[in-house]
């Protein structure tokens, strides 16, 4: 079951990686700047994906349930609610970007150069919000039914058409304007455009194991508004404040210099690297613990919470030695000043051990308690670890105390190491299982 449903996961997320490598292989190849602009620039529109992701896994939470109950009916009734609140996000982040992508920039950084790439890189960016986030939501929903291929074919036509318009718009080739740093947004357009279309195609007009249709955008769910109130809105709050959180990171970051900037660059790609499968497996047992609390069966859920923490252990292991043993390869696929390759190997070597406690708690805060709708004690655990260790120590290293590349990192990321342990209690615990009410007249609705 897991690997049915955690290997197309793993695949579409290595794709996705694969995009975000090229975008910054591409870019990089016009200078540190237009490279720091772009990841600048990306930073933000990441606070967009990750509040998707909240919105689509809350609403997860609820559908692989609903699915396991059967009841078809309150689980379209939670894509509707899902679907809405991802209307009005995407509104809200195209006006901002319309109208303030120089605010923005100098949100991260005060480098005049830094900051006009990243506006050059914004002006192509306000379409892809509302694309970006009915096809993101639209697939955890999907794949919280156990739909995972029509997901991981759409990313792999995406990809083509990324890297073929990366080419083409970049750097003039075929007789295309040579863009540069606009040119992979551009590209980005189409690709989120191509993506858009295949996943909310099928789920609005082809799909037949949920049977949502655009009407249903329209119908009533007041009746199933506490539940989702109580269960999936904790998902999004936590993911939020994660997503401002990660910007906070970002802000020390951009605050260290193009050096610093441009290393963590090319690590985030290596980390997203190690840690996919972790994304893979733990979108898995979110959707398995769903199912098999749907059913009613606590104890196979219990046991099954307990096999995915050492398969998350494990996996974080092999990430680390991942990390290490491919980090120098990867840095001299740079050209990079050799103060920006000195701090990139530090920051590798740091990331390796952190990914061994994120793989840990990965698992558990977005798989298996969260899947049990243990939400709002993973919310608390998300805002508090973050913002009272991470960002004031993060900050206190690298802008204070002026410490060594890889403690910075340590530092900003220790809410990894808090989080891991902290939630391996509340496994053991039990508490972590919810129980959610639903009309029984509905339930072959």
Not at 44 to 70: E, N
Not at 332 to 350: D, G, K, R, V, W
Request: glycine share 8%; with cysteine; aromatic share 12%.
């Amino acid at each position: 079951m897991v690997a049915a449903i955690a290997i197309p996961i793993t695949l579409q997320s290595l794709i996705t990686i694969g995009v975000n490598m090229t975008d910054t292989m591409m870019v990089g190849a016009l200078g540190e700047v237009p490279l720091s602009g772009a990841a600048l620039a990306n930073q933000f529109i990441m606070v967009f994906q990750i509040c998707c992701m909240g919105i689509g896994m809350g609403a997860s939470v609820l559908t692989s349930r609903f699915w396991g109950m059967k009841n078809h009916h309150a689980l379209k009734k939670s894509i509707t609610i899902m679907l809405r609140i991802c209307l009005g996000f995407a509104l809200f982040f195209s006006l901002v970007t319309f109208f303030a992508p120089e605010a923005i920039m100098r949100i991260y950084t005060t480098d005049p150069e830094i900051i006009r790439e990243g506006v050059r890189y914004f002006k192509w960016a306000v379409p892809c919000y509302l694309l970006l986030g009915f096809s993101l939501t639209s697939t955890i929903v999907l794949r919280s039914v156990g739909q995972v291929r029509l997901p991981l074919i759409s990313s792999i036509f995406a990809f083509i058409i990324n890297i073929f318009f990366n080419y083409l718009f970049i750097f003039g080739n075929f007789g295309a304007p040579q863009m540069g740093i606009e040119g992979s947004a551009l590209s980005t357009l189409i690709a989120r455009i191509v993506e858009f279309s295949f996943i909310c195609g099928y789920l609005f007009f082809v799909d037949k194991k949920i049977n949502y249709r655009l009407k249903h955008l329209f119908m009533g769910c007041r009746d199933i508004s506490k539940e989702y109130v109580e269960i999936a809105i904790p998902v999004l709050i936590s993911d939020v404040f994660l997503a401002l959180g990660n910007n906070a990171v970002a802000m020390v970051i951009g605050r260290l210099g193009v050096s610093f900037v441009s290393a963590n660059a090319i690590t985030l790609v290596l980390q997203q690297l190690s840690t996919v499968f972790i994304q893979g497996i733990a979108n898995a047992s979110a959707i398995i613990t769903g199912h098999t609390l749907g059913r009613g069966d606590e104890e196979t859920a219990q046991q099954q919470g307990v096999t995915f923490l050492y398969l998350g252990i494990a996996v974080g292991i092999c990430g680390a030695m991942l990390i290490w043993i491919t980090s120098k390869p990867m840095i001299s696929l740079y050209n990079l000043t050799p103060e920006t390759q000195a701090i990139a190997a530090q920051l590798m070597f740091a990331i390796g051990f952190i990914v061994i406690f994120q793989s840990a708690n990965s698992i558990l805060t977005k798989g298996v308690l969260r899947g049990g709708g243990d939400t709002r004690f993973l919310m608390v655990a998300d805002i508090i670890f973050l913002w009272v260790a991470s960002v004031p120590l993060g900050a206190l290293a690298g802008l204070v105390w002026h410490l060594p590349a890889f403690w910075i990192y340590m530092l900003l990321k220790i809410d990894q190491i808090i989080k891991a342990i902290w939630c391996i209690y509340r496994l053991k615990s039990r508490k972590w299982i919810k129980k959610i009410a639903v009309d029984p007249l509905n339930q072959n609705q």
